[in-house]
């Protein structure tokens, strides 16, 4: 992840490079160092390096490096040419390497040709099943032709290599939530919730995922995620906030008829305080939303 302190070291000398002063080389490193995706300006001065025989020369051995570099950002600026006159100077230089087989299957990839793409990154496992890389590329490339299945079936063979990547199981997650399978992304988000539990995105997300199965059992728990999403954040979540209204509401309806003992009363003040916290944060931040806010919480009989 990228501290602020970098970006604004990145952004210095992007700027620097743009209007003509220099230190193209430092900023080509410094993209590479944070793994940050500058393509379109990559692309460009790498260019200009490599189109120059001198400066080419006096890189060395990172000649090479930029080689690569300028492909990958070719690809993603969809000069495709470029990127591949880059990768034949690499075939010719490295001639047996599997990285440059790997851009390669990148550039098959960016071509659209998904047949070929999916055997040469099933060649690429073979030589290597712990190739993360390879392993993701086939998700997108699923994504990509919109087979969302298969995306779920690359996922899970690769969790099953890589089961601590907080990302993945977002990506599964996410892509299960637009299959509406909300109990398979209820499992991912309880993943997430064990390994960071400490972050407020998951403990949101599990809830609504939750309130969006419904059932008693389910609102219960998804008031309990929301209300632990407010703690996280310091009550600075509105989207929590307003769970928090929405389930009160929902476990209302679905407890009519019960005896007043079994009522939560702490739960009511909870829903309570966070009509009252939501009002107070429109008043603040939207007045102009506030009447629409407040009718919405009359017909949630929360105001």
Same mark, same amino acid.
């Given at each position: 992840?990228?501290?602020? #302190?970098?970006?604004?070291?990145?952004?210095? +000398?992007?700027?620097?490079?743009?209007? @003509? @002063?220099?230190?193209? $080389?430092?900023?080509?490193?410094?993209?590479?160092?944070?793994?940050?995706?500058?393509?379109?300006?990559?692309?460009?001065?790498?260019?200009?390096?490599?189109?120059?025989?001198?400066?080419?020369?006096?890189?060395?051995?990172?000649? $090479? #490096?930029?080689?690569?570099?300028?492909?990958?950002? !070719?690809?993603?600026?969809?000069? +495709?040419?470029?990127?591949?006159?880059?990768?034949?100077?690499?075939?010719?230089?490295?001639?047996?390497?599997?990285?440059?087989?790997? +851009?390669?299957?990148?550039? /098959? %990839?960016?071509?659209?040709?998904?047949?070929?793409?999916?055997?040469?990154?099933?060649?690429?496992?073979?030589?290597?099943?712990?190739?993360?890389?390879?392993?993701?590329?086939?998700?997108?490339?699923?994504?990509?032709?919109?087979?969302?299945?298969?995306?779920? %079936?690359?996922?899970?063979?690769?969790?099953?290599?890589?089961?601590?990547?907080?990302?993945?199981?977002?990506?599964?997650?996410?892509?299960?939530?637009?299959?509406?399978?909300?109990?398979?992304?209820?499992?991912?988000?309880?993943?997430?919730?064990?390994?960071?539990? #400490?972050?407020?995105?998951?403990?949101?997300?599990?809830?609504?995922?939750?309130? #969006?199965?419904?059932?008693?059992?389910?609102?219960?728990?998804?008031?309990?995620?929301?209300?632990?999403? /407010?703690?996280?954040?310091?009550?600075?979540?509105?989207?929590?906030?307003? @769970?928090?209204?929405?389930? @009160?509401?929902?476990?209302?309806?679905?407890?009519?008829?019960?005896?007043?003992?079994?009522?939560?009363?702490? !739960?009511?003040? +909870?829903?309570?305080?966070?009509?009252?916290?939501?009002?107070?944060?429109?008043?603040?931040?939207?007045?102009?939303?506030?009447?629409?806010?407040?009718?919405?919480?009359?017909?949630?009989?929360?105001?």
């Amino acid at each position: 992840m990228v501290t602020k #302190t970098e970006e604004r070291e990145l952004n210095q +000398l992007e700027n620097q490079v743009e209007n @003509g @002063g220099g230190g193209i $080389w430092e900023y080509l490193c410094l993209v590479r160092k944070l793994k940050v995706r500058r393509s379109e300006i990559v692309l460009k001065h790498g260019l200009s390096i490599l189109n120059d025989s001198g400066k080419r020369f006096s890189l060395g051995p990172d000649e $090479w #490096t930029l080689y690569e570099q300028v492909a990958i950002a !070719a690809m993603d600026c969809q000069s +495709l040419a470029v990127a591949q006159n880059c990768i034949k100077v690499l075939q010719k230089k490295f001639p047996e390497s599997k990285r440059v087989g790997k +851009l390669e299957a990148l550039l /098959i %990839e960016a071509k659209g040709m998904w047949e070929e793409a999916e055997k040469a990154y099933s060649i690429l496992l073979e030589d290597n099943p712990l190739d993360q890389v390879i392993h993701k590329r086939k998700v997108a490339m699923a994504k990509a032709q919109g087979k969302p299945s298969l995306a779920i %079936e690359h996922l899970n063979k690769y969790l099953e290599l890589f089961m601590a990547d907080h990302d993945a199981w977002r990506e599964l997650a996410e892509i299960y939530v637009s299959l509406q399978m909300y109990k398979q992304a209820a499992f991912c988000y309880e993943e997430l919730i064990l390994s960071q539990p #400490t972050l407020p995105l998951y403990h949101l997300a599990y809830a609504d995922v939750l309130y #969006t199965i419904g059932g008693l059992e389910n609102l219960i728990a998804a008031r309990k995620y929301y209300a632990a999403t /407010i703690d996280l954040t310091g009550g600075k979540s509105t989207r929590a906030l307003l @769970g928090i209204c929405l389930c @009160g509401s929902a476990i209302s309806q679905l407890s009519r008829g019960r005896n007043k003992e079994d009522k939560d009363m702490a !739960a009511q003040e +909870l829903q309570s305080l966070a009509a009252t916290a939501l009002e107070k944060e429109y008043k603040q931040k939207s007045p102009a939303k506030l009447n629409l806010l407040s009718s919405a919480l009359r017909s949630l009989k929360l105001s």
